[in-house]
């Protein structure tokens, strides 16, 4: 089976292969739109743009995982999330979240800016590309929990609803 990640982003397309080349797929990244801003700034707007990405991706291949990254604020705190959506070529769509961690204050001002948070956070810890890399989840976990483990948490998550669906349609 041939799987599409709607992105080139190494962390990224690295998940879905940890998790889904055992299956015996090929994974290939491709550069997808996301459709929404450059930060999406709630959990709507980061499942829409993992959706759109999915669906870009399964144009090109029998499956399609979109991956997105954004913040969403709650009770006066901003939040980094993850969504994932995996698209077959038969149009059926899973969705799965993954982290809730809350960013600290001084990230906040720049993102309501306009800043988008791979920016930010580079600032903030002085390195470089962090989200080709740990991740602002990386970053804030003194790098106890990276981006890849996050990604590869949601994809299971994904992979794991596809199998249940495949399995019911056995029965």
């Not at 930060?39 to 999915?54: H, I, K, L, M, Y």
């Not at 769509?93 to 001084?106: C, N, Q, S, W």
Request: glycine residues 10%; contains cysteine; charged residues 25%.
């Amino acid at each position: 089976m041939k799987i599409i990640v709607g992105s080139t982003n190494k962390v990224k397309v690295n998940a879905a292969k940890e998790v889904l080349e055992p299956f015996g797929h090929e994974i290939i990244g491709e550069e997808t739109e996301s459709g929404v801003s450059n930060q999406p700034f709630s959990d709507q707007e980061t499942v829409e743009g993992a959706f759109n990405r999915a669906s870009l991706a399964c144009l090109h291949g029998d499956i399609g995982i979109g991956l997105e990254a954004g913040v969403e604020e709650l009770n006066g705190i901003y939040y980094l999330v993850n969504w994932g959506v995996l698209k077959t070529s038969d149009q059926q769509v899973f969705y799965a979240g993954g982290t809730r961690l809350p960013l600290p204050i001084e990230l906040v001002t720049p993102l309501k800016e306009g800043k988008e948070l791979s920016e930010v956070i580079d600032a903030y810890s002085n390195r470089v590309d962090v989200r080709s890399n740990e991740g602002a989840i990386g970053i804030l976990t003194a790098d106890f929990y990276g981006r890849k483990e996050n990604f590869v948490h949601i994809i299971r998550l994904l992979w794991g609803q596809y199998l249940y669906l495949q399995e019911c349609k056995k029965l």
